[in-house]
């Protein structure tokens, strides 16, 4: 079974530019988490959605980003505008209904100069 | 806000020895988990202790949840080169499996 997808794997984008950030969770799987980790915070929950519904966006940062889930296949995180201090790797996970096993994708590493 | 303090930061041992790492909060969690992470990928779970108290196994991973549910630890005997990694705790204090990452152990394993 394929398991969560991530893209792109790396972006590299200019200070001020839109980026989109996309996640595929594993087939079944009615949560979805977006993540962000850095050296200096380590990893932070930003939002994650209850059957394509949001239900706790309090880790997003600022009004800069948004998060939707249009289907219970995809995801995306918005950033826009960007800015350097932006530059982190962005994770996305799911998990099964009722289950704490979170499983992680392979991360997108934005680097926002 | 919550938050997990794991210690050490770093560790750096010989293939052989033994080692524990601790991860610590004044919260109360109805569950815990430990992953692990290897570079350029996302973590991956090893194991969830829910209960005061528990001991889980997993080869040679001994993972322990504190009595009063605030901290926990993981053991490794015999470490390995391919135990190296970043190790993550994480807690759910809410009960809606809204888990909390710890600040991790970057542990590196020398042959």
């Known amino acids: 079974d394929a398991g969560v997808i991530q893209s792109p794997r790396h972006e590299v984008t200019e200070m001020g530019q839109e980026v989109t950030l996309r996640c595929k969770p594993i087939?079944?799987?009615?949560?979805l988490f977006w993540y962000r980790q850095t050296m200096m915070r380590g990893l932070e929950l930003l939002i994650y959605f209850n059957n394509n519904v949001p239900i706790d966006d309090s880790g997003m940062p600022e009004d800069r980003f948004s998060a939707k889930m249009p289907n219970a296949s995809f995801s995306t995180l918005k950033i826009q505008p960007s800015e350097p201090r932006d530059s982190a790797v962005y994770f996305c996970?799911?998990?099964?209904?009722?289950?704490?096993?979170?499983?992680f994708g392979p991360g997108t590493r934005l680097t926002v100069t | 806000t919550q938050l997990l303090e794991q210690s050490p930061q770093f560790l750096s041992i010989q293939e052989g020895e033994n080692l524990t790492v601790y991860c610590n909060s004044s919260s109360v969690f109805s569950s815990l988990q430990w992953y692990r992470q290897e570079p350029g990928e996302g973590p991956v779970l090893l194991v969830t202790v829910v209960t005061g108290g528990e001991v889980k196994k997993l080869k040679r991973l001994t993972f322990q949840f504190g009595d009063a549910r605030k901290d926990s630890s993981l053991h490794i005997t015999a470490a390995q080169p391919g135990d190296t990694g970043l190790y993550l705790c994480a807690g759910d204090s809410s009960g809606t499996y809204k888990y909390i990452f710890g600040t991790g152990t970057r542990l590196k394993v020398l042959a």
């Open positions: 087939s079944g799987h009615n949560s």
């Open positions: 996970a799911s998990s099964g209904a009722g289950r704490r096993e979170q499983y």
